[in-house]
């Protein structure tokens, strides 16, 4: 199959493929993936341990089911949960395992087939790119004047996307007709809402392993046809960006994606999406940063995530150690800054100084006091003495790696003397 990836199959359509998903090795190696990425139970209630007790049992089940065609994928468990700095809330899928452990073996075949064609212009959810590739691609474009930024967003993407024409999309290059049937059996899942079930006639559910699959899968057509048109389009998912030279071309850019999105069943967010000139104030958010006059920063949202998340860590009342709420909040410090490494440096000194006051209000609180950290707590609880406790400061990780910037491959653990860890696709803790 890798030569065939490597020299393309005839007629660039594949018609085996069910073997590969339903092997054993294959739906080992995907609980693998599962387990690694945790995650909850679903409808029936079995977590990860409990499949994995039984593992060898389940995998011989599941593969005989899937290779004789019996395979029927369980009903989703839906949850809502917020999205950051606001009131509005997005559903989220929770497949059950056995569920996500043949999703993850169906995207293991079906993603080499449909990358080998994806555009350049899409960066979400594929091997060796992410967020950061994204972003320094449109720091690349800001650069050399491309500041008339279309800034878009389609309305209810992945509830929307229409499944024949997703179907007929992915029947181009995979003709086998149970690795079709399994697709469809995935798109079609019952919903349970609370003791209510429903089946969708249109979407792709949030949360399901192969739903950034399916999403790029549709939308390359739209990152092919910009390219052709010459418009420079950085796409992450559903989330995307076109810069240009002049607002009468950025005009041209949405008129052609308001046209593609008509025909393809879709449609755009009207007051979301806009036309903006980077280079004035406003500018535009993407993947959780601000883009304005030449600079970057965390958008307001992606820092108020941060602080809700540090707030619950710190209530005054923590019966914690203070070592240990450290240890705890150093976690959620250096993920968000490993993202967001590349803002402007007064990003910074405010954020560490916001955390060391939660933390004064916890010791005042210790004492018998009431109130916030202010005042003498500052010269009772120094700067350095939050250092010599361990607590991570995003100004000396800053400074450590010299400034670092979307161009640079500089990691600020190296800096620090900590060992590296590699960001994986698709991630972004304040985005």
């Given at each position: 199959?890798?030569?065939?990836?490597?020299?393309?199959?005839?007629g660039?359509?594949?018609?085996?493929?069910?073997?590969?998903?339903?092997?054993?090795?294959?739906?080992?190696?995907?609980?693998?993936?599962?387990?690694?990425?945790?995650?909850?139970?679903?409808?029936?209630?079995?977590?990860?341990?409990?499949?994995e007790?039984?593992l060898?049992?389940?995998?011989?089940?599941?593969?005989?089911?899937?290779?004789?065609?019996?395979?029927?994928?369980?009903?989703?468990r839906?949850?809502?949960?917020?999205?950051?700095?606001?009131?509005?809330?997005?559903?989220?899928?929770?497949?059950?395992?056995?569920?996500?452990?043949?999703?993850?073996a169906?995207?293991?075949?079906?993603?080499?087939?449909?990358?080998?064609?994806?555009?350049?212009?899409?960066?979400?959810?594929?091997?060796?790119?992410?967020?950061?590739?994204?972003?320094?691609?449109?720091?690349?474009?800001?650069?050399?004047?491309?500041?008339?930024?279309?800034?878009?967003?389609?309305?209810?993407?992945?509830?929307?996307?229409?499944?024949?024409?997703?179907?007929?999309?992915?029947?181009?290059?995979?003709?086998?007709?149970?690795?079709?049937?399994?697709?469809?059996?995935?798109?079609?899942?019952?919903?349970?809402?609370?003791?209510?079930?429903?089946?969708?006639?249109?979407?792709?559910?949030?949360?399901?392993?192969?739903?950034?699959?399916?999403?790029n899968?549709?939308?390359?057509?739209?990152d092919?046809?910009?390219?052709?048109?010459?418009?420079?389009?950085?796409?992450?998912?559903?989330?995307?960006?076109?810069?240009?030279?002049?607002?009468?071309?950025?005009?041209?850019a949405?008129?052609?994606?308001?046209?593609?999105?008509d025909?393809?069943?879709l449609?755009?967010?009207?007051?979301?999406?806009?036309?903006?000139?980077?280079?004035?104030?406003?500018?535009?958010?993407?993947?959780?940063?601000?883009?304005?006059?030449?600079?970057?920063?965390?958008?307001?949202?992606?820092v108020?995530?941060?602080?809700?998340?540090?707030?619950?860590?710190?209530?005054?009342?923590?019966?914690?150690?203070?070592?240990?709420?450290?240890?705890?909040?150093?976690r959620?410090?250096?993920?968000?800054?490993?993202?967001?490494?590349?803002?402007?440096?007064?990003?910074y000194?405010?954020?560490?100084?916001?955390?060391?006051?939660?933390?004064?209000?916890?010791?005042?609180?210790?004492?018998?006091?009431?109130?916030?950290?202010?005042?003498r707590?500052?010269?009772?609880?120094?700067?350095?003495?939050?250092?010599?406790?361990?607590?991570?400061?995003?100004?000396?990780?800053?400074?450590?790696?010299?400034?670092?910037?979307?161009?640079?491959?500089?990691?600020?653990?190296?800096?620090?003397?900590?060992?590296?860890?590699?960001?994986?696709?698709?991630?972004?803790?304040?985005?």
């Amino acid at each position: 199959m890798l030569t065939a990836l490597e020299k393309g199959v005839k007629g660039g359509c594949w018609f085996s493929l069910i073997d590969k998903v339903a092997s054993v090795r294959a739906l080992r190696a995907a609980f693998a993936r599962v387990k690694r990425n945790r995650g909850a139970a679903g409808v029936d209630h079995v977590t990860i341990e409990m499949f994995e007790v039984r593992l060898e049992e389940n995998l011989n089940r599941l593969s005989e089911s899937l290779l004789e065609g019996r395979y029927r994928p369980q009903a989703v468990r839906r949850q809502w949960i917020p999205k950051p700095g606001g009131h509005e809330r997005r559903p989220l899928g929770i497949p059950t395992v056995r569920d996500r452990v043949v999703q993850t073996a169906l995207r293991n075949v079906l993603e080499p087939i449909f990358e080998r064609d994806f555009a350049k212009t899409s960066y979400g959810f594929r091997p060796g790119r992410g967020c950061h590739t994204a972003l320094r691609r449109v720091a690349e474009l800001l650069d050399v004047d491309s500041t008339w930024v279309v800034d878009a967003d389609l309305k209810d993407f992945f509830d929307t996307i229409p499944h024949e024409a997703l179907m007929g999309r992915i029947r181009k290059k995979a003709a086998d007709g149970k690795v079709l049937a399994l697709v469809e059996a995935f798109l079609r899942q019952e919903v349970m809402e609370g003791m209510e079930g429903w089946t969708p006639d249109e979407g792709a559910p949030q949360g399901a392993v192969v739903s950034p699959l399916l999403s790029n899968i549709y939308l390359d057509p739209l990152d092919h046809w910009m390219a052709e048109e010459g418009f420079q389009m950085v796409r992450y998912a559903d989330d995307f960006v076109i810069l240009c030279r002049s607002k009468e071309e950025a005009r041209e850019a949405l008129l052609k994606v308001e046209e593609w999105t008509d025909c393809a069943g879709l449609s755009l967010h009207l007051e979301k999406t806009r036309i903006v000139d980077a280079t004035q104030r406003g500018g535009f958010d993407f993947l959780g940063y601000h883009f304005e006059r030449g600079y970057k920063w965390p958008r307001k949202k992606s820092v108020q995530k941060l602080k809700e998340t540090i707030r619950c860590q710190t209530k005054r009342t923590n019966g914690h150690s203070l070592e240990q709420i450290i240890s705890q909040i150093n976690r959620s410090l250096q993920g968000w800054f490993m993202y967001f490494q590349y803002s402007h440096p007064t990003t910074y000194p405010r954020l560490d100084g916001w955390v060391r006051m939660r933390l004064r209000s916890i010791l005042r609180k210790r004492q018998g006091k009431k109130g916030r950290g202010r005042g003498r707590d500052h010269q009772r609880w120094t700067n350095d003495f939050f250092t010599a406790c361990g607590l991570f400061s995003m100004v000396t990780a800053y400074e450590a790696t010299g400034r670092p910037s979307l161009r640079s491959t500089t990691d600020w653990r190296a800096g620090c003397g900590r060992t590296a860890r590699p960001v994986r696709r698709g991630e972004g803790p304040g985005t």
